[in-house]
């Protein structure tokens, strides 16, 4: 079974500065999705960015980028000059298709508070 | 284009009351999930509609129950509540391309007494 770790339950960054969240996960397949998804305080989830494991190359949004190792099954997540708003829960998730539908797995999150 | 809306978003209920979840998703999706998000445990996946049926089903006894109806609203049904079933209901809404993005709700934040 698939699993989705995010080891760092809360982390604290100033305004301007870079930080990095850590995302693992367990799976046997070779084709599937990884997601970072966003929660703001009282506000409802938005992704932040996705990864096709099919693709070398690490996607970027913006000020988003991940560090996508398939070997060592990490997914972590850069944000470059933090903002006040980028303060929320950030989800790492796997999914994959199988059986004719997909299967979403998430991590317990990672409290992010960016400090003025 | 509206995004997925739910209702209602707060409720209190008592124990072994049962409750009613209601999620309408963006137009033109037709798969609805459902999960519960709890401190510390993450988002729990509870089932998955396509269509009017269930594709999908998580680890969640027999007392969650959800149905999809024709227009692809979605409602997730909680009999004999329990404690342990304060939570917030998230739904979420997918299209049809490759990638599934999911497009979450505002939640319903449910706790039980």
């Known amino acids: 079974a698939q699993t989705v770790t995010q080891s760092q339950p809360e982390m604290s960054v100033q305004e301007a500065e870079t930080v990095t969240l850590s995302c693992t996960y367990d799976t046997s397949e070779s084709n599937y999705y990884l997601f970072w998804y966003k929660q703001p305080p009282s506000r409802q989830m938005i992704l932040v960015i996705r990864q096709e494991a099919y693709k070398q190359q690490n996607a970027t949004e913006n000020r988003f980028s991940v560090n996508f190792q398939k070997a060592a099954k990490s997914f972590s997540l850069k944000i470059s000059d933090s903002q006040l708003g980028d303060t929320a829960m950030y989800f790492c998730?796997?999914?994959?298709?199988?059986?004719?539908?997909?299967?979403?797995?998430f991590g317990t999150g990672t409290r992010l508070k960016v400090l003025a | 284009k509206a995004g997925v809306t739910q209702t209602p978003r707060y409720l209190i209920k008592t124990r072994g009351q049962q409750v009613t979840l209601s999620c309408s998703p963006i137009?033109?999706?037709?798969?609805v999930s459902w999960y519960q998000q709890t401190p510390g445990q993450g988002l729990q996946f509870l089932f998955e509609?396509?269509?009017?049926?269930?594709?999908n089903k998580g680890n969640f006894p027999g007392r969650f129950s959800g149905r999809q109806f024709s227009n692809s609203r979605s409602e997730m049904n909680v009999s004999t509540l329990e404690l342990g079933d304060s939570a917030l209901y998230l739904c979420?809404?997918?299209?049809?391309?490759?990638?599934?993005?999911?497009?979450f709700g505002p939640g319903t934040r449910l706790t039980v007494l």
């Open positions: 998730a796997f999914m994959k298709w199988t059986s004719g539908t997909y299967k979403y797995i």
């Open positions: 137009s033109g999706h037709r798969s």
């Open positions: 509609y396509f269509s009017e049926t269930q594709r």
């Open positions: 979420a809404s997918s299209g049809t391309s490759g990638n599934n993005e999911q497009f």
